[in-house]
């Protein structure tokens, strides 16, 4: 790691790092102490409190590195994204939410050795769930528009078929003008099947 202003450290980055990495991380687990001493035998006299702060600084250094890292991968992969987009068409909803759930269960299996993405999980998971509760309100919303535009078009129809019925009986005596209205409904009926 490069730093703003060189310590003695920065040479023996490496080593520090696999000394002071924890044990179930891949590292040696060594103390503070015995990293110094081992320093000193390599001719770094130095005392653990300095190589705390350099420690300290190394690890926030490398944190940085890689989220830079993080969002310039991030950033090619929105690139690449929008370039198949340009060649295939967009996917379906259910296809993403496929995808999400995927991402959802990778996080959670990550989460075992990162606490962090356990609670990326959760929130996408709270997230997936609200978009899922919408899209149901939303269908049954839509399905509720639906059937009230069709007893509506059932109570017109209706209305119509009565008062043919209606007018049909009044002309009752007159077959002409029953055959009159007959041929007026049909009209009025062809008229707004258009």
Not at 23 to 37: E, P, R, V, W, Y
Not at 64 to 76: W, Y
Not at 93 to 116: F, H, S, W
Not at 145 to 170: G, H, W
Request: charge should be positive.
């Amino acid at each position: 790691m490069s730093k703003e202003r060189g310590s003695k450290l920065d040479k023996f980055a490496k080593q520090i790092e696999q000394w002071l990495t924890p044990k179930k991380l891949g590292g040696d687990g060594i103390t503070l102490g015995q990293a110094a001493a081992r320093l000193s035998e390599l001719r770094c006299s130095v005392s653990p409190s300095t190589l705390w702060d350099w420690w300290e600084k190394f690890q926030l250094e490398k944190r940085e590195a890689q989220l830079l890292d993080k969002i310039v991968t991030g950033g090619n992969q929105i690139g690449q994204v929008e370039a198949a987009l340009k060649k295939n068409p967009a996917p379906e909803m259910d296809t993403l939410l496929k995808l999400y759930r995927v991402l959802i269960l990778q996080l959670t299996t990550k989460g075992q050795t990162a606490p962090e993405l356990l609670c990326l999980a959760d929130r996408l998971t709270n997230t997936f769930l609200q978009f899922i509760s919408g899209e149901t309100k939303a269908k049954f919303k839509e399905r509720e528009v639906t059937l009230a535009e069709q007893k509506a078009a059932e109570s017109k129809k209706d209305n119509q078929t009565k008062a043919l019925e209606y007018c049909l009986e009044e002309a009752k005596p007159y077959p002409a003008v029953q055959e009159k209205f007959r041929d007026a409904f049909a009209a009025l009926k062809k008229a707004k099947a258009k």
